[in-house]
């Protein structure tokens, strides 16, 4: 096999974010080995993006909250075709995951007692959220890593897989470059856990960073295992829109959670103009309600600014198309005017919002303090990826897990704010666990050198291209472009058959992309190989988003805006078929069984 | 390099980039067109994907808050993502190179890899026993302010890199630098933390290496009081534990203590 470096485990781990760490730590508590490979950094994975809290029924605010409020809560946001397996052990789990982190260092800001505070947040019946002001995902990363590092886990920064190897229908391993020599190196494992995250990067408008690149996705789907629910992507309805250089990060679902209203450009509070069925008896009357709800008050409902993040995005476009929107295309955000409510607003508001306060001041020229913010819709999260069974997170691939944003189940069509902190926690715990036990039980696979050799050519190709003068950030920006325009939140039949269309010509443009320079630290090498990734998963979004003719969730359709009965009973499963190309097949919901339907039932 | 046809018209700034790696390098000049509200980072993509395809530079979030893209703008450390190019642009060229305090892997990127090394032999956080019987602790917000504001630490590593300690003297083998002083009180601070790290400070880490200049403070992008927060009071409790007779003759008669005074629980 060449002369790569081969490095033997008997769990890796793919991706060092919230997840993967998490799964590290479970693995290596029972003394096998575990290596840890990341492209970036140690703890500069995309969770520390996260900003709002950890939703854990603790009950620590208001002690009507329980995992059955939590469950029920959950399967509302996701529209019933949540795996309900996941979405029960979730509920059951997050809160021992959550005060597992304090005992390992993590510190949340405080209720009056001196317990783990929780906030309000979006879809959440119960303030729920454990949070650290807003910058949790911090937290909980440096946690999980300073508490990683003692663990004997061989971490590898900065590394790249390329594929995933296996000896016959079991995992084997996985081919990877280190960014820094740009060589390659082997690793040899009994089970492979991937925690690789999401796939924002295929839009032009998101809040994610280079590495979300549908790595996980891809790299699962070619290896032979399924994806599930890919046409749901959840368009965070916050990002800032202005300036355009800082468009599509993130504001926290948390100002709002705060007090913070959304305005169109006649100052209507115009959320309140539109409150689906489903929600009507959990959402306030008038916007003192809604206030009254945020100060604590039990006997309030919630601002309707807290209703789930895909119709709150879904009503901002509605007052941009209708001419209601902010001067850049977006709404206003205001949290200034809690001023007429409360002495030391702006004291208050920094000590809640910092880094809103910071990002706004140092990159918009903003004080949200004294002014509202522009914000418009932005990709944030996929709720589809690989889909594995919910106690144990394998997939069919025997040995290959899959955990956090990468893998699918327990979002359903629409991800509510916090649960998937909790979810990474939870699953993350539940893969290392299950791939450790897997690990266990089986002897080392051996691996096939052809495999690697094709996998390392693969690799090398676009050096070695001749004609052709496309780099690579082009086709990445077409691509970008194309799914932004054509698949995004507001999607229809003919635009979704031109992008399959574009898909294919990118493809075919992707195959003759030639990088210069050489193989050390080389980013335009880097992003010739996402390509892969990138259009595999823009494929599957696109052919589940044509196949599902209804609106639901994350997905909306434009020529079909209302949830059909038919397909709240169904997941779309895409898998790679024997021709190579993709297929998606209509798979049935296994029933729920009747306790979790009367908990449902007693929640509505 | 000149500006293209295409870009005429726009507003141009040239970024003079250092290039190379371990072996050497030198700076060169791009042009590039300039929008509203454009950050440094956005410039040198901008170049990245339309000039010099093999620019290294390390980034994620573009938020500020990953610590990634660490750089020296004009000569002062900093993040690219965070640093507005209207706040920089003079009528010479922005200069952007790596941090000096650390090996150059290659272009604007640099090899920390040392940080890691250091973080690693600090005591880990050891809590007491459990406050309540379901196995949770209580604290106070008061109690926890200051660490909280530790922990906001994004582990950029600007204050090791405008350290004198570390970026002129090199003391990297007997000096821990401003972030892991930070790391330590942190620990130290924890009104759960039982372990205790002061003989560490005095011996292995250094800490009288600092004499106190702020650069740190200045620089860090989280706002962090490094000096008069972190370091002042963690040299204070090491003169308090080997340097000060009074509390050298109690101990004669009074046993070591096990968690240390500033916190309560």
Known sequence: MADYPTHEHDVLVIGAGGAGLRASIEASAAGVSVGLVCKSLLGKAHTVMAEGGIAAALANVDERDNWMVHFSDTMRGGQYVNNWRMAQLHAQEAPARVRELEAWGAVFDRTPDGKILQRNFGGHRYPRLAHVGDRTGLELIRTLQDHGIHKGINVFMEYTVVRLLKDGDRIAGALAYSRERGRFAVFKAKAVILATGGIGKAYKITSNSWEYTGDGHTLAYDAGAELQDMEFIQFHPTGMIWPLSVQGILVTEGVRGEGGILLNNKGEQFMYNDIPDNYKNQTAKDPEEGWRYCQGDRNAQRPAELLTRDHVARCIMREVKAGRGSPHGGVYLDIAWIKKKIANAPEHIKKKLPSMYHQFKELGNIDITTEPMEVGPTTHYVMGGVKVDADTQMSRVPGLFACGECAVGINGANRLGGNSLSDLLVFGKRAGEHALKYAKEHAAPSLNADAVEAAAKWALEPFDRQGGDEGPYVIQHALQDMMQD??????????????????????????????????????????????????????????????????????????????????????????????????????????????????????? | MTATAETQGAQMVTLRIWRGDANGGKFEDYSTPVTHGMVVLDAVHQVQATQATDLAVRWNCKAGKCGSCSAEINGRPALMCMTQLAHVLTDQPIVIEPMQAFPTIKDLVTDVSWNYEVKKRIKPFQPRKPDAPDGTWRMDQVDVDRVQEFRKCIECFLCQDVCHVLRDHHKHEEFIGPRFLVYVAALEMHPLDTADRLEDLKDRDGIGYCNITKCCTKVCPEHITITDNAIIPLKERVVDEYYDPIMRLWRLFVPKRTALPMVSS
């Open chain 1, 486 to 604: 054509l698949v995004g939140i507001v999607r229809k039949e003919d635009e979704m058959q031109r992008a399959l269309e574009g898909l294919a010509k990118l493809k075919e443009r992707a195959k003759k992309a030639k990088v210069v320079g050489n193989r050390e630290y080389n980013p335009g090498w880097h992003t010739a190989l996402d390509l892969h990734n990138l259009l595999t998963v823009s494929e599957a979004i696109t052919r589940c988003s044509l196949l599902r003719k209804e609106s639901r969730g994350g997905h909306f359709r434009e020529d079909y805006q209302n949830k059909e009965a038919a397909w709240a009973k169904v997941n779309l499963v895409t898998r790679k078929g024997p021709d190579g190309e993709m297929q998606v097949e209509q798979v049935p919901i296994p029933e729920m069984p009747a306790e979790l339907k009367q908990i449902i039932e007693e929640m509505k």
